[in-house]
């Protein structure tokens, strides 16, 4: 029985962490889930106040032509504000990741909103060199896949935010993508 076929026997869960995962056709997806109105306003709301800012330096600039001090403040105050949304819009790309199982190969997308920002990697099955269990400072986990890209190493995250309550899926969606990429070691957690 293939690895293909062992897994449209067994049942998979349908979400970990922040990924709704699905068996179709030969490959297993996972895709994380949309960020909230509130992740996704926050940008908008920094660049708002960043044109506020602006706004603001520039009239005073006109009104006072010789006191450079507070139009100078809301000028840094401006910049600030869009180093922070620029920040912010990047955490807000979506993860989006594929094992084609006839293939042997596994994709990683990185959704970015900026039209042509996507960004895609295509890793065969035996350059993975890794699936790793990370614990995060929030008490979160996250499931990492490494491989060997010519001479460097990379990394890159699968899961993300699963929480505490989710360590049996945690631990079979673990062994099923350590399966998968045909790698031997222990269990997370286990030395």
Same mark, same amino acid.
Request: hydrophobic share 45%; net charge positive.
């Given at each position: 029985?293939?690895?293909?076929?062992?897994?449209?026997?067994?049942?998979?869960?349908?979400? +970990?962490?922040?990924?709704?995962?699905?068996?179709?056709?030969?490959?297993?997806?996972?895709?994380?889930?949309?960020?909230?109105?509130?992740?996704?306003?926050?940008?908008?709301?920094?660049?708002?106040?960043?044109?506020?800012?602006?706004?603001?330096?520039?009239?005073?600039?006109?009104?006072?032509?010789?006191?450079?001090?507070?139009?100078?403040?809301?000028?840094?105050?401006?910049?600030?504000?869009?180093?922070?949304?620029?920040?912010?819009?990047?955490?807000?790309?979506?993860?989006? @990741?594929?094992?084609? @199982?006839?293939?042997?190969?596994?994709?990683?997308?990185?959704?970015?909103?900026?039209?042509?920002?996507?960004?895609?990697?295509?890793?065969? @099955?035996?350059?993975?060199?890794?699936?790793?269990?990370?614990?995060?400072?929030?008490?979160?986990?996250?499931?990492?896949?490494?491989?060997?890209?010519?001479?460097?190493?990379?990394?890159?995250?699968?899961?993300?935010? +699963?929480?505490?309550?989710?360590?049996?899926?945690?631990?079979?969606?673990?062994?099923?993508?350590?399966?998968? @990429?045909?790698?031997?070691?222990?269990?997370?957690?286990?030395?």
């Amino acid at each position: 029985m293939s690895f293909a076929d062992a897994l449209v026997e067994s049942r998979i869960p349908s979400r +970990i962490g922040d990924v709704r995962l699905r068996y179709d056709e030969g490959r297993l997806m996972g895709e994380s889930l949309p960020p909230s109105m509130g992740q996704r306003l926050a940008p908008e709301l920094c660049l708002l106040l960043a044109a506020a800012c602006g706004v603001g330096s520039l009239s005073l600039l006109v009104v006072a032509p010789s006191h450079y001090g507070l139009p100078a403040a809301l000028g840094l105050a401006a910049a600030a504000f869009i180093g922070y949304a620029l920040r912010l819009e990047a955490r807000l790309g979506r993860r989006r @990741f594929a094992l084609h @199982f006839r293939t042997e190969v596994l994709r990683l997308e990185r959704l970015a909103w900026a039209p042509g920002a996507t960004r895609t990697q295509a890793i065969p @099955f035996d350059d993975v060199t890794a699936v790793e269990v990370l614990q995060r400072a929030s008490g979160h986990y996250a499931i990492t896949v490494s491989w060997k890209a010519g001479e460097q190493a990379r990394r890159e995250v699968l899961v993300e935010h +699963i929480r505490p309550s989710e360590a049996e899926t945690l631990h079979r969606i673990w062994r099923m993508l350590h399966n998968a @990429f045909g790698l031997k070691a222990s269990a997370p957690g286990s030395g």
